[in-house]
């Protein structure tokens, strides 16, 4: 093997086992925060690590300190973190060891990741199929392009590949099928690499799994796949240039299953003597003193190998007693970063425009992402049933395969977790990807990638790696859809910190935050209600909206007031607080009671951000309040707005503030009789009405 690899590789292999060594001497100090270490891995890694170019991206797991090592990470980059330091290149302090996120110009790209084993697993594919579409479109990374293309030793920018790392236990993963899935059957430019040490936690291989890596992603048709040694450096540098080299010209996926030894605790939490009955057959598999033999073969000398050595141990020991000295975060720190700013902050543009026809809200949908497509290529619309054929099971995307073809708007697999989660990967390479879950019943599956993966990136990333994605979600009861078709899930979603949420009443509203949702570079959920898609409810023609011009914007965070009213003193006023369906419950009720003139009405639009002031003026104004939802109202999002709304305005009520939500009940019935029975209504909302106003 060429000298100067050998020697980058010994050098790396050192680094990182000194370091496991380091922190196991100093255990009292670095275990104040959870770590894992590559020791016994360290072959492999560092073997992979030296042939990333910068236009390639890397999804890392917990176990990968040799890895970012060879990407030409320092000790005290990686000390910053596992000390949870103010300069952690990778968080600022906000998450574990070896969990990076890199975006530097010279090294491969790192979007964040979890600890949950396996989930990066959906969003590196994502990366992948990103890359696959913008050599498809001829399109720029513009993630890459920013770096001057001198950046990159050898190869076009377009020529960037994805690893994703992942442990062997993880691989019976649901999640982990998702993605081999896809990668198989679109061949995209991926490497999964799988470090295979026989051990989950404490159960092992023989407890856990069928059968290894390799031979699982046999069942995936167009996956290729090798088994190597990971704890030899030239059996896994010289395996891996082959697969790398295949990936970059062919343009196709592979998995390299590697079996290592574990040679140190799971987590510095989780100590190996307490349940491993193979320590001493592990350390006979140490990768150190084979790379070592074969640097004594290939002409270096022990001197040579004492020098490096001694080296190492002095600049790791160094390095770590100046991250010991460095500056903790600020209480203030933990105030930024939740989502990247928004260009947009006005409602601006034409709402109504002079001769434009009414349409319906699924229209407007329609029209706003048919209108981001033609002028944005990087815009691209997936899901299930969103294809040609169909064009989405609400026809919501009904002519744009047709219009912008089958690699812009296209099918998934019955996924909602790779749906949801790929949305992390598209997005790293610069795309912004448009998608949907058929029902709000459906997003369960999903939520795992959209709590762990989607709304954490920009805040663990210290801003580095904001998820910009759509996800629209077709949400409530309609035409007798039963349990599986009508539920609202919104509370569920808003206690997920990090996405903003949509829930609009009509169709301008939902073009014009369909509009925002595009440009902003965060994370958007929009809830579309089935029954006010085509207002064919009853009581629902005012979800028809005049369609908004092409420039119509509407910014999240800024209510609608409705039927707005002066103070009266003289009568009793209320303010009714809702969204979605509610809206026209809560108009309709108003009208037909005859008090348009006594009820302010106040449309959210967004979820979150949420307008409080404007709720709050309202409030203090009319001194009663009702909260309107279609969800059961039992710990529900109205039901803590509600209480929010009690307190911040309680010396200027008259009567307590009231939910109104569906039945308290697990289900939606079939049956229209107890359909209706479960739902509010008009009439439900009239009868509240009434009982506060007389409170």
């Known amino acids: 093997m060429n000298k100067d690899i050998l020697k980058k590789g010994f050098t790396n292999l050192v680094t990182a086992k000194t370091m496991a060594e380091l922190y196991e001497a100093n255990f009292k100090v670095v275990s104040k925060y959870v770590h894992a270490t590559s020791r016994g891995h360290e072959a492999i890694q560092t073997a992979l690590g030296m042939q990333l170019l910068p236009q390639d991206y890397a999804f890392p797991y917990y176990r990968d300190d040799a890895m970012l090592l060879a990407f030409g990470m320092t000790p005290y980059d990686l000390m910053l973190q596992v000390l949870a330091k103010k300069d952690d290149p990778f968080s600022g302090g906000r998450t574990y060891y070896s969990h990076p996120s890199l975006k530097d110009a010279d090294k491969p790209k790192i979007p964040h990741q979890s600890s949950a084993t396996g989930m990066q697993a959906i969003p590196a594919t994502g990366v992948a199929m990103g890359l696959q579409y913008l050599e498809k479109q001829g399109l720029k990374n513009s993630v890459t392009s920013e770096h001057a293309k001198a950046s990159f030793p050898s190869g076009r920018i377009e020529d960037g590949l994805v690893v994703c790392s992942l442990g062997d236990a993880s691989v019976t993963e649901g999640e982990i099928a998702e993605a081999f899935q896809m990668a198989a059957l679109k061949q995209m430019p991926i490497l999964y690499l799988v470090q295979d040490n026989g051990w989950d936690i404490s159960a092992n291989e023989a407890e856990t ?64 003597e307490w349940y491993r009955d193979d320590l001493e057959e592990a350390k006979s598999r140490d990768p150190y003193p084979v790379l070592k033999q074969q640097m004594l073969d290939n002409g270096f ?87 040609g054929r169909l064009g989405g099971v609400f026809r919501e995307a009904a002519t744009l395969a047709q219009k912008f073809g089958d690699d812009r708007v296209f099918n998934t697999p019955i996924q909602e977790a790779f749906i949801v ?52 979600v077709p949400i409530g009861a309609y035409g007798s859809g039963g349990p599986y078709h009508s539920s609202s899930v919104e509370s569920v979603v808003t206690n997920i910190r990090g996405v903003k949420i949509a829930y609009p009443s009509n169709g301008a509203d939902l073009k014009g935050l369909m509009k925002a949702a595009y440009h902003d570079p965060n994370p958007v959920v929009i809830f579309e209600h089935k029954g006010l898609y085509w207002s064919k409810v009853p009581g629902t023609q005012g979800a028809t909206s005049v369609e908004p011009a092409e420039d119509y914007v509407l910014p999240f965070g800024k209510a609608w007031v409705l039927q707005e009213i002066w103070k009266q003193d003289d009568v009793e006023t209320c303010t009714i607080v809702t969204y979605g369906m509610g809206v026209h419950w809560a108009m309709n009720a108003s009208e037909e009671l005859g008090l348009k003139d006594q009820i302010e009405v106040i449309d959210l639009r967004t979820l979150y951000p949420l307008d409080e002031a404007t709720i709050m003026k309202s409030v203090k104004k009319t001194g009663k309040c009702l909260v309107v939802t279609e969800e ?48 509010p209504s008009t009439e439900k909302v009239k009868a509240k009405i009434e009982v506060l106003l007389n409170y």
């Open 301 to 387: 000398t022990q001197k040579d190998i004492d020098t490096i050595e001694a080296e190492i141990k002095t600049l790791v020991e160094n390095d770590f007693q100046n991250a010991l000295k460095a500056e903790d975060p600020t209480p203030e720190d933990l105030f930024t970063h939740d989502f990247a700013p928004t260009p947009i902050t006005e409602e601006k543009g034409e709402r109504s425009p002079e001769g434009a026809e009414k349409v319906v809200m699924v229209d407007c949908a329609l029209f706003a992402v048919e209108e981001l497509m033609r002028e944005h290529p990087e815009c691209l619309l997936y899901g299930q049933d969103v294809g």
């Open 421 to 472: 989660g790929s949305t992390v990967g598209m997005s790293a390479v610069g795309l912004k990807p448009i998608v949907e879950v058929q029902f709000a019943d459906y997003i369960w599956p999903g939520l795992n990638q959209l709590f762990t993966e989607v709304s954490r990136s920009c805040y663990l990333s210290n801003g580095k790696w904001p998820v910009s994605m759509i996800l629209r």
């Open 632 to 679: 059961p109202s039992n710990n529900s999002f109205a039901r803590a707005l509600s209480g929010k709304i009690q307190e911040e305005c309680f010396k200027y009520l008259d009567a307590p503030v009231v939910t109104i939500g569906s039945e308290n009940m697990p289900a939606i019935p079939l049956n229209s009789t107890l359909e209706q029975t479960m739902i």
């Open 209 to 272: 799994r069928a059968q290894n890596a390799a031979e699982y992603a046999k069942g995936f048709h167009g996956l290729e796949a090798i088994s190597i040694d990971g704890a030899n450096f030239i059996e896994s540098y010289e395996a891996l240039e082959k697969v790398i080299k295949t990936i970059r010209e062919e343009r196709r996926p592979f998995l390299v299953h590697a079996k290592v030894p574990l040679l140190n605790h799971h987590t510095s939490g989780v100590r190996m």
